[in-house]
């Protein structure tokens, strides 16, 4: 199963891929954990992408086709992914096809989540909320300035993937507002 998630930060691409990897026993890549793992580690990858990152900006889309790229040859990855944060531009969707071809592979399915902007601006703040009730440490692009950025970036460059995905056919819309439940009952039966 490869599947793709799209939305807006914060619309829940996170936790329903999560969710699904426990499902069919295949890993999560988010590229936006792979690069903070690599700032975290001090590599060169993740020293050119920290200040991209914190100012809630796109890092190249050079960096990111590589290390996806990477990731998908790795033995946990045989019998698929879901990617959550990437593609986020179509320069991107447009290279990920070619490296799947590269590698003799396709996609399933892409599912979009549909969310209310103006919403997403109170989970994350709930999100800040609960990571700090629970002693953990908060992204330090998780303020309200730099989330908004995130989400004009959003709408700029990633949102018109929908129209590339649509016009493959793959594309699949739920409703990212209702419960978690409620999602993941939803992706469950088109995935079914
Ligand atoms: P995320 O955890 O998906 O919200 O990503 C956090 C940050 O990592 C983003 O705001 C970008 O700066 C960077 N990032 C993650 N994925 C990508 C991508 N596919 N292309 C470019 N930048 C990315």
Redesign the pocket.
């Given at each position: 199963m490869r599947l793709i998630f799209l939305g807006p930060?914060g619309a829940g691409k996170g936790t329903q891929a999560k969710l699904l990897t426990e499902k069919y026993g295949i890993p999560q890549l988010?590229?936006?954990?792979m690069?903070r793992a690599a700032v975290a580690a001090g590599t060169d990858v993740g020293k050119r992408?920290k200040a991209?990152?914190d100012a809630?900006?796109?890092?190249s889309?050079a960096i990111?086709n590589e290390i996806v790229s990477d990731r998908i040859d790795s033995p946990d990855c045989a019998r698929g992914f879901i990617l959550?944060?990437?593609?986020?531009?179509v320069p991107?969707a447009e290279a990920l096809d070619r490296i799947l071809a590269g590698k003799g592979i396709s996609l399933d399915a892409v599912i979009e989540l549909k969310v209310d902007e103006d919403a997403l601006v109170k989970r994350m703040e709930n999100r800040v909320a609960e990571t700090v009730a629970a002693g953990g440490t908060v992204r330090s692009?998780d303020n309200p300035e730099a989330f908004k950025r995130?989400l004009t970036?959003y709408r700029e460059k990633t949102a018109p993937l929908s129209h590339y995905y649509a016009s493959t056919g793959k594309l699949r819309t739920v409703d990212g507002m209702a419960s978690v439940d409620t999602v993941t009952a939803e992706i469950g039966g088109i995935l079914a």
């Amino acid at each position: 199963m490869r599947l793709i998630f799209l939305g807006p930060p914060g619309a829940g691409k996170g936790t329903q891929a999560k969710l699904l990897t426990e499902k069919y026993g295949i890993p999560q890549l988010s590229t936006g954990d792979m690069l903070r793992a690599a700032v975290a580690a001090g590599t060169d990858v993740g020293k050119r992408a920290k200040a991209v990152m914190d100012a809630g900006q796109l890092v190249s889309d050079a960096i990111v086709n590589e290390i996806v790229s990477d990731r998908i040859d790795s033995p946990d990855c045989a019998r698929g992914f879901i990617l959550d944060g990437y593609p986020r531009t179509v320069p991107q969707a447009e290279a990920l096809d070619r490296i799947l071809a590269g590698k003799g592979i396709s996609l399933d399915a892409v599912i979009e989540l549909k969310v209310d902007e103006d919403a997403l601006v109170k989970r994350m703040e709930n999100r800040v909320a609960e990571t700090v009730a629970a002693g953990g440490t908060v992204r330090s692009d998780d303020n309200p300035e730099a989330f908004k950025r995130r989400l004009t970036e959003y709408r700029e460059k990633t949102a018109p993937l929908s129209h590339y995905y649509a016009s493959t056919g793959k594309l699949r819309t739920v409703d990212g507002m209702a419960s978690v439940d409620t999602v993941t009952a939803e992706i469950g039966g088109i995935l079914a």
